[in-house]
């Protein structure tokens, strides 16, 4: 469906250039003198640049329809991870490349977010909040504050975090997946 700038939204989704952009900020300039314009910042969604452009009133772009769905994660075999829909039960396949991040910071039976446009997979989110056992870490000595009091730990994902001194293997971490910041020990 063609639309124009003038029919701009917020969040709404469209083709520009040949890449799939979000608008996360659009503005209807009416100079004193010339045309008026509309100043956009957009978000292309396969590398999440946000880039500034400016659009005549009569230009025409393709709006994308963007849906989310969640995904239950399953296995994987190293190259795809394999996940279920807990609505229908259907077993998508994902290949590792497309998970990205994500799968450092997956385990069984998590649920991530998968983003759709115009029903191809762009991304999958992981959970915001994860608990991960750490699987390896030093132990952390009494006045040993040189670096502010965490030390590095590995979790049984595989990703390294910096943990608070008193952490061992073993415990039980609930990690941000947005910053990799431990919140709190489970």
């Not at 910071?105 to 649920?111: F, L, P, R, V, Y």
């Not at 994860?130 to 595989?158: C, D, M, R, W, Y």
Request: aromatic share 10%; net charge negative.
């Amino acid at each position: 469906m063609a639309i124009q700038p003038s029919q701009f939204k917020n969040g709404m989704c469209i083709k520009y250039n040949d890449k799939l952009c979000t608008i996360v900020e659009f503005q209807h300039v009416k100079p004193g003198k010339g045309g008026a314009f509309i100043r956009t910042k957009l978000k292309d969604l396969t590398t999440g640049r946000v880039v500034d452009y400016t659009f005549r009133p009569t230009d025409k772009f393709d709006q994308v329809r963007l849906t989310q769905k969640d995904l239950e994660y399953s296995w994987n075999d190293g190259t795809t991870y394999y996940f279920m829909d807990p609505e229908t039960y259907e077993q998508p396949e994902i290949p590792a490349d497309i998970l990205g991040d994500t799968t450092k910071w997956i385990k069984e039976g998590d649920t991530c977010t998968a983003q759709y446009a115009d029903g191809e997979l762009l991304f999958v989110d992981p959970p915001m909040f994860v608990e991960l056992e750490v699987a390896h870490t030093e132990p952390g000595f009494k006045g040993n504050t040189v670096q502010s009091g965490t030390k590095p730990a590995t979790l049984i994902t595989g990703i390294e975090v910096k943990v608070p001194l008193f952490v061992e293997i073993g415990d039980v971490l609930k990690i941000d997946t947005r910053d990799g910041r431990v919140v709190e020990r489970v």
